[in-house]
């Protein structure tokens, strides 16, 4: 226990940490589902650096060091960009020997065309000589081919070549590779030949006194898709496997504090796992996602049917759309240009963020932005960051928007007129217009970039802004909300006061789940003839998938009594492309609970589609069997302040300054954010300043902060 400014004890319940390219944030829940934000720069050479500044900015709300309250944590979930990183800049463990079907030994370097052009904007996807297979991540010499198959029901047609097996496992084992992957065709449907690879690899092992671990795709990721199946075994011994040690000392970090809870890390489809999972890549994508759970929690406290989840950061724009409150899960993403088989929860990014370095094209004779970011360096206005070209954040600072005195609460002072003298040499000058309106510009420039992308994942759906509600987060969701949603007439416009946390908000959201998939390739036909073989089928790769869940909770000391099993498929109407996920009645299904299951998907897929384009007279097709083993863990409460007036208090202004918006300067009211009540509104032009981020509210806006701290946007 320890003592808050106020005196009174208080104990930590949870801790959620979200580690980006610019900032680390923490989020902090109290016994009571109170909650504090903390933010620091990242320190992307020693990680826990940067979360324990974080922390200690969080606690310093209750004049609390972590020591203190560390024996009260239940949660500590983390989420961050350590693993991506370490892919995106190809600087993992190349040293994999892979075995793989005869034939297909370049399947890797070939991977599928969509791999060739994904990564690339609009203008460069138009433009075949601009696409270009993505670099291997390990050498060919290193890819073995061994003889054998078997076909896509399982059967086997050409026995499985031993010599070759053993022939490829020692030519590995002298290469001195740390792991050998296999990944042969159709193994998620008979996994015979790759365990039996697995026997020889470790007879030929024992015979040459040498041990390296042999993973297996049917066991890893026992799902249809050769190529992504192929990359995600890959990665994770080349991503992965090497994060894994320095997650394991985060973690040793924590307990020499005197945390107790374990460190669990946040997954790509939302749930949280140990740093000793068995598979660690689906936390390769773990730091946008915390968001869009924050974000549902939000569509259901708030009752809002269809949401749109958008995240401004230092390097990106993310978005989520939430339909029915149903956040769908894909199954196909794409990273460090390569496609992977994981399931995810449905996210698409663009490079559009505050840290984008802005440039003049002589050719062009136009501005243009990125695809490069400053990330933690700020921009050119941070003296000490080194940085030369100007960024987005420059543009904000000359314009009056950001307070130079007060950037992380005055932790990192900015040089305006740096910022100014750069704007001026390398884009107004060149543009021959005043550095005012071309930084204008230049913010006009990236938020029309964010608003097409928000109206085109909304429009290809056959939906209009009318039908959504926007919440907007990250440290630069509240300073650019504006500009992006600009004449798109959104139901409402929702912006968290601990907006830039809230991804780390969303990590305390997460449920500490287990998350196991395996194709399944059943049909359900019109007339219910297959529905006992569905039933049995289901119930078997169930019960498989439940057992291998109960090893891992085993494994990470938890009792398997406290899990909560929840099974759900994978299914389409037979002859579509894309498929949906819905719950099943139960993992011991009957015949007629078949119909159901179908049930559930006809109106999942009525509420996020039109009724028109439904098809069961087709039959349905399960593509995947799911199983998820659900522990329960500590959630945060949205607290409930008391309605004030609408005219904010005198102490809660910061006087008046002027600010760049459209053509001309306009004088803005000041605010500080905290010390806003619940209740209160704020006419535009003004600012709302908070340590971690910046409210901007334009002439003919204004905001309305609600009962729990969150601001509704109006035009």
Known sequence: MSKSKSGKKFS???????????????????????????????????????????????????????????GSVEALVYSGTLMTNRLLERKGNSNIGVIVNAGFEDLHRLGRALQCWIWLP?????????????????????????RGRINFWGEQLIPLYENDVRKAVEELLDMGVDSICVCLLCSYMNPMHERRVREIAEEVMAKKGKKVPVVLSCEHNPVRGETPRLNALIIEQYAAEPSRQQ??????????????????????????????????????????????????????KYGIKNLVSSDVGGTSFDVALMMEKYVPTKWESSIGRYILNIPTLALDSIGAGTGMYV?????????????????????????????????????????????????????????????????????????KTDPYSTARGALDLIEISMKNHLNGMIEGLGFRPENYALISFGGGGPLHVAGYSRDMKFQDILIPEWAPAFSAFGCACADHSYRHEKTADLIITPNGAMNPIVAMMLNATWAELKQNIVEE????????????????????????????????????????????????????????????????????????????????????????????????????????????????????????????????????????????TTLLVPPGYSVTLDEHRIFHMEV
């Open 122 to 146: 609009y203008a460069g996807r138009l433009h075949a000589r601009e696409h270009e297979h993505p670099k291997p991540l390990i050498p060919r010499k290193q890819i073995k081919g061994v």
């Open 359 to 431: 440039r003049y094209n002589k050719i062009t004779e136009n501005l243009e932005f990125g695809p490069e970011s400053a990330g933690y360096r700020i921009g050119v206005c941070n003296e000490e960051s080194g940085v030369t070209t100007v960024t987005m954040t420059d543009c904000s600072l000359i314009l009056g928007y950001l307070n130079p005195k007060y950037f992380l609460g005055g932790r990192v002072p900015l040089n305006k007129e740096r910022a100014l003298k750069a704007i001026e040499e390398q884009l107004a000058e060149p543009m």
């Open 553 to 692: 909770v085993k494994r990470e000391g938890r009792d398997p009594s406290e899990m909560e099993f929840r099974p759900s498929v994978r299914l389409q109407y037979l002859g579509m492309l894309d498929d949906l996920e819905v719950k099943s009645p139960s993992d011991n299904l009957q015949p007629d609970d078949v119909w159901e299951i179908a049930r559930r998907y006809d109106e999942l897929f009525e509420e996020i589609f039109l009724r028109g384009t439904k098809s069961p007279e087709l039959g349905y097709h399960i593509t995947k069997a799911v199983a998820t083993g659900v522990v329960p863990v500590p959630k945060p409460e949205l607290p409930t302040y008391e309605l004030s007036g609408k005219e904010p208090e005198e102490k809660a202004s910061k006087g008046y300054r002027e600010i760049f918006w459209g053509t001309g300067w306009h004088e803005a009211s000041i605010w500080e954010m905290e010390l806003l009540q619940s209740g209160n509104v704020v006419d535009g032009p003004a600012v709302i300043e908070a340590p971690a």
């Open 247 to 300: 997650l394991i000392k985060l973690s040793e970090a924590f307990q020499k504090k005197g945390v107790r809870a374990p460190l669990r890390i946040l997954t790509s489809y939302g749930g949280t796992i140990s740093p000793k999972h068995k598979q660690l890549i689906t936390i390769l994508m773990s730091g946008p996602i915390g968001g869009v759970i924050g974000s549902k929690f939000i569509a259901e």
């Open 12 to 70: 930590v319940k949870a801790i959620a940490l979200d580690t980006g390219g610019t900032m680390s944030d923490t989020f902090i829940i109290d016994e009571k589902g109170r909650f504090a934000v903390g933010k620091a720069l990242t320190t992307p050479q020693e990680e826990s650096v940067g979360i324990l500044n974080s922390i200690a900015d969080a606690l310093s709300h209750w004049n609390a060091k972590v020591e203190e309250v560390a």
